[in-house]
């Protein structure tokens, strides 16, 4: 009976070990909600510049307030990407610390990694969208690109993960048919999905 | 019916080696010191028991530089995977044995 306790603990630290040798399970899901908020915050953002801004004919051409309000959009966006990293980190930092693991290691390395191949990839093909007047399709190439980062990702952390990469990819590719909707999409992708995604794992792993 | 205990596998009895194991079969690779953070041993202790798979071909080494540093990453080798699973084997076909 006492051996197989024994054998009982062997194949518990086994399966704990395989688990968190493999997953990184301080991310944290409320750094997904607040994300998402911030997306719709930035989203309500751009609404508000696209609609007000073109009424008012100014002196510059057509084409240079267009090249303008380009600028001032992808501001936006990378503001709300450093934002969302640095309450990301934050709050990954204070409950790898709650759970006794370190945020820097071979784990957490290797998420980055798969984390970095699709999202530098679709960083640079989006500017060189941008930059070749495609602008209508950086926001599906975005969301099609996030998306399979995450999936990239996803051996590396909550498997719900996964299911929100093929959700932001199914609405990338929907993005790109219908791309007078973009900003609806968009906030839908970075916005909602994160807040659900993010209650669901808070609820789930955080709490 | 057969002694389930012939099974397991010597060198795997003990719970350090084991716990190597699991890591090194989940993972394509390890290095040592994440090795040691994780299941949180000593240098020596590590050092002794990975000497021991290795003795027994479960585990290959690879010895490179990063920085300048000496960087130890271990594999598991095919040999390693298989005895791994027979081990578990072993160990549920007692488990099972001793619940009825």
Known sequence: ?207 | MKNPFENLDKTLEHRVRLQIMSVLVANESYDFNALKDLLEVTDGNLATHIKALEKEKYVSVSKTFIDRRPNTRYKTTERGRTAFRKHLDAIEDIIKQQRK
């Not at chain 1, 493999?22 to 750094?31: E, H, N, T, Y």
């Not at chain 1, 001032?72 to 990954?92: C, D, H, P, Y």
């Not at chain 1, 530098?120 to 500017?127: E, M, N």
Request: glycine share 10%; hydrophobic share 50%.
């Open chain 1, 1 to 207: 009976m006492e051996e197989q306790e024994a054998y009982q603990k062997d194949i518990e630290s086994i399966r704990k070990l395989m688990e968190r040798s493999v997953k990184f399970i301080s991310l944290s899901g409320l750094s997904g909600i607040l994300s998402g908020l911030y997306a719709l915050a930035g989203a309500g953002m751009a609404y508000y510049l696209i609609e007000f801004s073109s009424s008012s004919p100014g002196y510059d051409s057509a084409e240079m307030h267009e090249r303008g309000m380009l600028l001032n959009l992808v501001g936006i966006a990378i503001g709300i990407l450093v934002a969302s990293l640095i309450t990301g980190f934050w709050l990954t930092a204070r409950k790898s610390q709650r759970v006794g693991a370190k945020i820097w290691d071979a784990t957490s390395k290797r998420l980055l990694i798969n984390l970095a191949i699709p999202l530098v990839t679709g960083g640079i093909f989006i500017l060189t969208l941008l930059t070749q007047g495609e602008a209508a399709l950086a926001v599906p190439a975005c969301l099609i690109f996030y998306g399979l980062a995450l999936i990239n990702a996803s051996p590396n952390v909550y498997e719900e993960v996964r299911y929100l990469g093929y959700s932001e990819i199914t609405l990338g590719l929907i993005a790109a048919w219908c791309t007078d909707y973009a900003l609806i999409f968009w906030a839908l992708g970075f916005g909602v999905l994160h807040i659900l995604y993010g209650a669901m794992m808070y609820k789930k792993y955080d709490a």
